[in-house]
């Protein structure tokens, strides 16, 4: 069946259709760059990087010259983490009166058995206010990782009616989701710095590769045996 629709009215369906779509696309497109809600987890819980305090608070006076042994064992574990990942001096507050001065000496002298200098304490006295157990106080700074907000944030109704129209219809993830996880991965970092770059690889371990070297030019098989016996089920966990 043959068309008597003249070309040009062909044309302007075309341009019709084309121009619909066009505004189809450009609508969704402003409300693609409009919305402003953050789609994945680390754009609405990052974890950022800051310099925070480490401190350790000592209340001194009951033991022997000022520190008891866990105290001391406190502080070389303080110590130990100031040589790994302190930024800066050793920050010493000493309470004033006589406990302070007792303790002070026994601070410093742990505090060099386990690695710190003295020229990277900075000592200075404070008055305790007529507290009842006077406290020594160490502190340095460190780098941390963490969230820079509280979890728990709830901007949006989830309930169906709410503000959060475009979680309903999308099936988006609703604000809080992830904010746990991330706090919890910031917390267990043995290192933050491991969050900013990755580290360089340890170097092989060249004995085991000089075995493996050899064994291929000798045409044997490189794989490493292992022995294992077998065991019965019913035998496991004793008789």
């Known amino acids: 069946m043959t068309s008597h ?3 040009l009215f062909r044309v302007g369906l075309v341009l019709l259709a084309t121009g619909a779509g066009l505004a189809l696309g450009g609508c969704n497109a402003s409300r693609i760059v409009k919305d402003s809600y953050p ?11 800051a310099e925070g305090p480490e401190r350790l608070d000592l209340p001194v006076g009951a033991g022997a010259k000022g520190l008891t042994d866990r105290q001391r064992e406190d502080i070389r574990a303080f110590a130990a983490g100031w040589r790994k990942n302190g930024r800066g001096p ?5 309470p004033s009166g006589h406990a302070g001065d007792y303790a002070a000496p026994a601070v410093r002298t742990t505090l060099a058995a386990a690695g710190v200098p003295s020229s990277a304490i900075v000592a200075q006295r404070y008055s305790t206010g007529g507290d009842n157990v006077p406290i020594v106080k160490l502190g340095y700074v460190r780098l941390k990782a963490s969230v820079p907000h509280k979890c728990g944030l709830w901007p949006d109704d989830l309930a169906y009616g709410g503000g959060d129209w475009y979680g309903q219809t999308e099936n988006r993830d609703y604000y809080n989701f992830g904010c746990a996880t991330q706090q919890n991965l910031a917390a267990q970092v043995a290192d933050p710095e491991d969050l900013a770059r990755p580290r360089t690889e340890s170097p092989n371990y060249a004995a085991r590769r000089s075995t493996v070297i050899d064994k291929y030019r ?3 098989d490189t794989t490493t045996q292992y022995s294992q016996e077998d065991a019965v089920i019913s035998e496991v966990g004793g008789k």
């Open 39 to 49: 789609q994945t987890v680390s754009q609405r819980h990052p974890i950022v990087l």
């Open 90 to 94: 050793v920050g010493l507050m000493i």
């Open 218 to 220: 000798r045409g044997e």
């Open 5 to 7: 629709r003249p070309p």
